[in-house]
């Protein structure tokens, strides 16, 4: 079975600083993909960074980055300089291959607050 | 990236009647579209999997009759929530993949989402 935990519900960061979410995650799949999707209160979903399983580097995307631990199998999304828009849902995601039509399995999210 | 449209974004309904809501795939052709429920402060919790000229592949626990989903095109699927009642208000989400394919290494785009209250 397929599990994603994200274990801070709710998170505080300063504007300007840095702030990691925390993602870890259970397969059996030989093959997957993570990502991390932003939702602010409007709730639309918006794509922010993926990770292979095979890839060797850490994925990034400007102010985003992924710290992908694959032995821990953890997850971690980094945002750097946050910003007031920061403000907003987190949610990992992992997709595999067993589920046949790789559907997502997300994790609880964590809330965001930046702080002026 | 992709861009997945949602109609409408609000409806607010009377106990017992249907509503359709539609998702679209604007500029890229999805053969698989996954449709979503999210309850305030929760997360996405998916109903099924709607797949383009066969039937949906429904999550356990989801009614079959109750939620009824058509994919007649690429680039349309619709959701049909059948008889109504307050217990269905919630936000629904539909997403699909681009044209890259359905793989795992493939993000979703999502549409921006229908909130449904049943009065």
């Known amino acids: 079975a397929q599990k994603i935990t994200q274990t801070q519900p709710g998170m505080f960061v300063q504007e300007k600083e840095a702030v990691t979410l925390d993602c870890t995650y259970d397969?059996?799949?030989?093959?997957?993909?993570l990502f991390w999707y932003k939702q602010p209160s409007s709730g639309e979903m918006i794509f922010l960074i993926y990770?292979?399983?095979?890839?060797?580097q850490n994925a990034t995307e400007g102010r985003y980055s992924l710290n992908f631990q694959k032995a821990r199998k953890s997850a971690n999304l980094v945002i750097s300089a946050s910003q007031l828009g920061d403000s907003a849902m987190y949610f990992c995601?992992?997709?595999?291959?067993?589920?046949?039509?790789?559907?997502?399995?997300f994790g609880t999210g964590t809330r965001l607050k930046v702080l002026a | 990236g992709a861009v997945v449209s949602q109609h409408p974004s609000w409806v607010i309904c009377k106990s017992g009647t249907s509503v359709k809501i539609e998702c679209r795939s604007l500029d890229f052709q999805a053969t698989t579209m996954f449709w979503y429920r999210q309850f305030p402060k929760q997360s996405l919790m998916l109903m099924a999997t709607s797949n383009e000229g066969s039937k949906a592949t429904y999550e356990q626990g989801v009614e079959k009759d109750k939620f009824l989903i058509n994919h007649a095109s690429l680039t349309l699927s619709t959701l049909t929530v059948t008889s109504a009642h307050p217990e269905d208000s919630s936000f629904y989400i539909c997403s699909a993949g681009g044209g890259r394919g359905q793989g795992p290494y493939n993000e979703q785009f999502f549409g921006p989402g229908t909130r449904l209250t049943v009065l």
């Open positions: 995601a992992m997709r595999g291959i067993s589920s046949g039509t790789y559907k997502y399995i």
């Open positions: 990770q292979g399983s095979y890839d060797q």
């Open positions: 397969t059996s799949d030989p093959s997957y993909g």
